[in-house]
């Protein structure tokens, strides 16, 4: 779906406002197989390819962060096959495509419950981030086996531990301490999530990053999302009347 129509692609950021740190939750691939009577394979598999897109986009417009949402902890209750050929495209996707991260000059970080996956997928993660490390145009950080309440859950344990071992008394206990104990600490809270395909809901997505992030939807279905639907979620966010529970910087409201 063009929502402008087809231009040609000119990160022109005037009247733009461009996130420093972007979630996109990586939605709707199973219905965008079945419009086209595929199997939803077909669908995740177009999804991947379209992940490229938006990282040169992003990297362009001059996103620093983005964080893409691309498999949950609840992701694990579908059918065994649909989450084997997951798995399989995850290895094939970075083995393939580092190269083009690399032209881009896209660092990859991997975010979630990683040290419960299996080894093969540790590995391809790991191998990943080693390979990367020095690039610096832009952070790719993927969220597989990603859950905001494991994040938390693990971010208490760890506060929990140093509480046990007399490092901290439970009074010490901060909200700066829970965001330090998060699997990404370093990176920025994001400013904007977009979640195509209509849903409206963040399912379990950067829980406790996003109690100020901006929410952006729309009908597109994620392998179809693209530069047009990209630069229109960034105008948008441009007139949004960001408060912070204070009062509006705009002087009209
Ligand atoms: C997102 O697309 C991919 C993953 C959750 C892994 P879906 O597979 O959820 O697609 P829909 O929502 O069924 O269309
Ligand atoms: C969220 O999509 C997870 C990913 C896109 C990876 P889901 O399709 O799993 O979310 P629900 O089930 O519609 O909430
Ligand atoms: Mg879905």
């Given at each position: 779906?063009?929502?402008?129509?087809?231009?040609?692609?000119?990160?022109?950021?005037?009247?733009?406002?461009?996130?420093?740190?972007?979630?996109?939750?990586?939605?709707?691939n199973g219905r965008w197989a079945k419009k086209r009577l595929?199997?939803?394979?077909?669908?995740?598999?177009?999804?991947?390819?379209?992940?490229?897109?938006?990282?040169?986009?992003?990297?362009?417009?001059?996103?620093?962060?983005?964080?893409?949402?691309?498999?949950?902890?609840?992701?694990?209750?579908?059918?065994?096959?649909?989450?084997?050929?997951?798995?399989?495209?995850?290895?094939?996707?970075?083995?393939?495509?580092?190269?083009?991260?690399?032209?881009?000059?896209?660092?990859?970080?991997?975010?979630?419950?990683?040290?419960?996956?299996?080894?093969?997928?540790?590995?391809?993660?790991?191998?990943?981030?080693?390979?990367?490390?020095?690039?610096?145009?832009?952070?790719?950080?993927?969220?597989?086996?990603?859950?905001?309440?494991?994040?938390?859950?693990?971010?208490?344990?760890?506060?929990?531990?140093?509480?046990?071992?007399?490092?901290?008394?439970?009074?010490?206990?901060?909200?700066?301490?829970?965001?330090?104990?998060?699997?990404?600490?370093?990176?920025?809270?994001?400013?904007?999530?977009?979640?195509p395909s209509g849903e409206l809901r963040l399912s379990n997505?950067?829980?406790?990053?996003?109690?100020?992030?901006?929410?952006?939807?729309?009908?597109?279905?994620?392998?179809?999302?693209?530069?047009?639907?990209?630069?229109?979620?960034?105008?948008?966010?441009?007139?949004?009347?960001?408060?912070?529970?204070?009062?509006?910087?705009?002087?009209?409201?």
């Amino acid at each position: 779906m063009a929502i402008l129509g087809q231009k040609k692609k000119t990160y022109d950021t005037t009247g733009l406002k461009v996130p420093v740190s972007l979630g996109v939750i990586m939605d709707g691939n199973g219905r965008w197989a079945k419009k086209r009577l595929l199997p939803r394979s077909a669908g995740h598999r177009a999804g991947a390819e379209n992940l490229k897109e938006l990282c040169t986009n992003c990297g362009n417009y001059g996103v620093k962060y983005l964080t893409v949402y691309a498999f949950s902890t609840e992701n694990w209750s579908r059918p065994d096959d649909e989450v084997h050929q997951l798995m399989e495209l995850f290895v094939e996707f970075w083995e393939r495509y580092d190269p083009e991260l690399e032209k881009e000059g896209i660092r990859v970080r991997f975010t979630g419950d990683i040290d419960s996956l299996p080894d093969n997928i540790k590995e391809v993660c790991r191998r990943g981030e080693e390979r990367s490390k020095n690039r610096t145009k832009m952070q790719l950080i993927v969220a597989f086996n990603y859950g905001g309440r494991r994040e938390i859950e693990n971010a208490c344990r760890r506060i929990a531990m140093d509480v046990k071992e007399g490092k901290i008394a439970p009074e010490d206990i901060t909200e700066q301490m829970i965001s330090d104990n998060m699997y990404m600490p370093d990176v920025p809270d994001p400013e904007l999530i977009i979640r195509p395909s209509g849903e409206l809901r963040l399912s379990n997505f950067l829980l406790w990053e996003s109690a100020y992030s901006e929410l952006w939807t729309s009908e597109c279905l994620w392998p179809d999302f693209g530069y047009d639907e990209l630069t229109q979620a960034f105008r948008d966010f441009a007139g949004r009347d960001r408060r912070f529970g204070g009062l509006s910087k705009n002087k009209e409201s």
